[in-house]
């Protein structure tokens, strides 16, 4: 894949029919027309991603909404109106426009208006070469199957040059400003519900639908495997005590993650030391990686709170742990 910072470059190569991975606010995805079954068929080769598990559609804003989905309940569009551009998905039921190869065959489809500059460039740009104003790309995050997703292009460059010539491209956005994935909510009820935790949080939803949001699903989400965002290391969940009794040799090579308040263990390699929640999000997936690079056997974890985007850290290293 050949890197460009122009996203009317990027917009050419998806008309196209080709891939190019995008800088999103949350995580980089891994893009291609949402209306091009070969192209999307592309994406899940590359990934290495199941044919029924669902993509992402991304549109250039909340009026495209009603172009993917139908019977699009009130507490989505208030979700739509308060949180877009950003990092929510919602997930509601799915119009003709919406083919089996993204949804996965099910009858609801994810579509998602993401806030960074060059994603609102690129579908203003294939917008103007479509002369379709409702046109959407497809996107999940751009790593392979079950493993970590990318918060830079770099990410990206290391995950899929191997995989993905040099036809398509890597939009260069920076990194990721939130750095875990956009919260998604099954819309396709009469209530909300979380299927993925993310920056929106419960309460937040809460406060613009005026109802507790359910907590389960019917709707399937493989980002709701038990096993996913997984670095090769094991990762090992532990508390502050836990981590201060722990102990390490050369052999073990043990990486720690753990808010700045914590202190290292001798002979312990600090990956992170992140001085807050929101921070912990933004350099998570970079210090799982980086776990990697250093051949690290074992990442010993501390969780954060709940509180803002600490549910989501939480919950993507339960799963990271999980393997
Ligand atoms: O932040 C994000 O959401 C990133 C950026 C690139 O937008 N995308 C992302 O996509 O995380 P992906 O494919 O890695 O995760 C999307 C999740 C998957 O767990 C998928 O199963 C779920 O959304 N999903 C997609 N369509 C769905 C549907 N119709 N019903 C239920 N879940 C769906
Ligand atoms: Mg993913």
Not at 69 to 87: K, M, N, T
Not at 144 to 162: L, M, N, Q
Request: proline share 6%.
């Amino acid at each position: 894949m050949q890197f460009t910072t122009d996203p009317r470059v990027a917009a050419l190569r998806l008309r196209d029919g080709g891939l190019v991975a995008v800088p999103t606010e949350t995580v980089y995805g891994l893009a291609a027309r949402a209306d091009d079954p070969h192209a999307v068929a592309r994406i899940y080769a590359a990934k290495g991603r199941p044919a029924d598990h669902p993509l992402i559609v991304h549109v250039a804003d909340a009026s495209a909404l009603d172009h993917w989905a139908v019977s699009i309940p009130d507490y989505a569009r208030a979700l739509a109106e308060e949180f877009w551009p950003g990092p929510m998905t919602l997930v509601v039921k799915r119009s003709d426009r919406a083919g089996d190869f993204i949804t996965g065959g099910q009858h609801s489809v994810a579509v998602r208006v993401s806030s960074h500059p060059l994603m609102d460039e690129i579908l203003r740009a294939l917008i103007q070469l479509t002369d379709d104003p409702s046109i959407g790309i497809a996107a999940p995050s751009a790593n392979r199957f079950g493993r970590v997703s990318p918060t830079s292009a770099k990410h990206v460059h290391d995950e899929f040059a191997d995989i993905i010539g040099d036809d398509d491209y890597i939009l260069d956005g920076g990194e990721s400003a939130v750095g875990v994935e956009s919260t998604i909510i099954d819309c396709t009820d009469e209530i909300p519900r979380l299927l993925r935790a993310g920056a929106i949080t419960v309460d937040d939803i809460e406060q613009v639908t005026g109802v507790v949001p359910g907590m389960t699903s019917t709707v399937r989400a493989s980002g709701t495997l038990e096993s996913h965002y997984a670095p090769l290391a094991d990762v090992v969940i532990t508390d502050a005590a836990g981590l201060a009794s722990s102990h390490s040799t050369d052999e073990a090579r043990v990486g720690v993650l753990a808010l700045a308040s914590i202190e290292t263990p001798v002979g312990m390699v600090r990956l992170s030391a992140p001085a807050s929640n929101d921070e912990y999000a933004h350099v998570l997936y970079a210090a799982l990686r980086e776990a990697d690079a250093l051949q690290l056997i074992t990442v010993l974890a501390v969780l954060p709170n709940e509180s803002g985007l600490g549910a989501a850290v939480i919950d993507r290293l339960k799963r990271a742990a999980h393997s």
